[in-house]
């Protein structure tokens, strides 16, 4: 599935439940938050060796897509395509950290 059909998914998901007018910047950044604090709760007082089992797994890859999911929902109301912002990103970054690399 690639990015323009995950978030048709999305918008179809949010617009048939009549969401939209819960989605404003600071309540998805919350929401966003709110949902990376599930997958540390799956951490928390763990072993970090100790591998995660299926059930685990499974938990973990809901709470990672619940993230990205308002992550998305974000990019898009500020009408920034998530690719073209971690391109930009990861260049700023070569250029910040070392190796300093130039991109350009
Ligand atoms: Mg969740």
């Given at each position: 599935?690639?990015?323009?059909?995950?978030?048709?998914?999305?918008?179809?998901?949010?617009?048939?439940?009549?969401?939209?007018?819960?989605?404003?910047?600071?309540?998805?950044?919350?929401?966003?938050?709110?949902?990376?604090?599930?997958?540390?709760?799956?951490?928390q007082w763990r072993d970090a060796n100790k591998?995660?089992?299926?059930?685990?797994?499974?938990?973990?890859?809901?709470?990672?897509?619940?993230?990205?999911?308002?992550?998305?929902?974000?990019?898009?109301?500020?009408?920034?395509?998530?690719?073209?912002?971690?391109?930009?990103?990861?260049?700023?970054?070569?250029?910040?950290?070392?190796?300093?690399?130039?991109?350009?």
């Amino acid at each position: 599935m690639d990015y323009d059909q995950i978030l048709e998914l999305l918008k179809k998901f949010r617009d048939q439940r009549g969401w939209t007018k819960f989605h404003n910047l600071k309540d998805l950044a919350i929401s966003t938050n709110l949902e990376a604090s599930e997958v540390l709760e799956i951490f928390q007082w763990r072993d970090a060796n100790k591998p995660l089992n299926a059930t685990e797994k499974k938990h973990l890859q809901d709470e990672l897509a619940d993230t990205m999911i308002y992550l998305i929902y974000m990019f898009d109301k500020l009408g920034v395509d998530p690719g073209d912002a971690i391109k930009e990103k990861v260049q700023y970054n070569q250029s910040r950290h070392w190796p300093k690399i130039d991109q350009k």
